[in-house]
């Protein structure tokens, strides 16, 4: 299996393993320490996309996520040997892409439970940080020289 595959399947296992603790575990709404003076954990469903746009929309956004994800696997069979941080960005943005994809399909909302307490941000999910984490990885790929054009 590829290394973007792989991360993508970690990725996708450890969101929606979260997921569904959280939302056998947690009570919708009600805050529980996680890290104090950091993170907290706060049960909300989520019917949009990121920030809540788009709201209701769970299956356009499922769709969008399915388009995304297929996008991707186009990408990753098609573009020869990965370098390692883009095969890192693409794993976790296709993970990421599936786990609330998933959501969206199987629940008609995403279900996020992570809350930065420090300052005031949406509260979100392990697939949401995932989809975060590979923007930083494709541009230190991006950085080092990658996506440039021969001289």
């Known amino acids: 299996m590829a290394p973007a595959y792989r991360t993508a399947l970690v990725v996708l296992l450890l969101d929606q393993l979260s997921k ?3 939302s056998a575990s947690l009570q919708p709404g009600v805050v529980s ?6 993170l907290q954990l706060r049960l909300v469903f989520n019917t949009g996309a990121a920030f809540s746009l788009l709201s209701g929309n769970a299956l356009l956004l499922g769709l969008v996520s ?5 996008g991707l696997v186009v990408w990753i069979q098609t573009s020869g040997p990965l370098r390692p ?7 976790l943005l296709l993970g990421g892409a599936l786990g609330n994809g998933l959501d969206r399909w199987r629940l008609g909302r995403v279900v996020d439970l992570i809350e930065a307490v420090p300052v005031s941000f949406p509260v979100f999910n392990l697939a949401d940080v995932a989809i975060n984490l590979a923007v930083l990885c494709l541009v230190i790929d991006l950085l080092q020289g990658h996506g440039r054009a021969a001289r």
């Open 66 to 70: 399915a388009a995304v994800a297929a």
């Open 33 to 38: 320490p996680l890290l104090p003076g950091l």
């Open 85 to 91: 941080w883009q095969a890192t960005g693409l794993g």
């Open 20 to 22: 569904a603790w959280a």
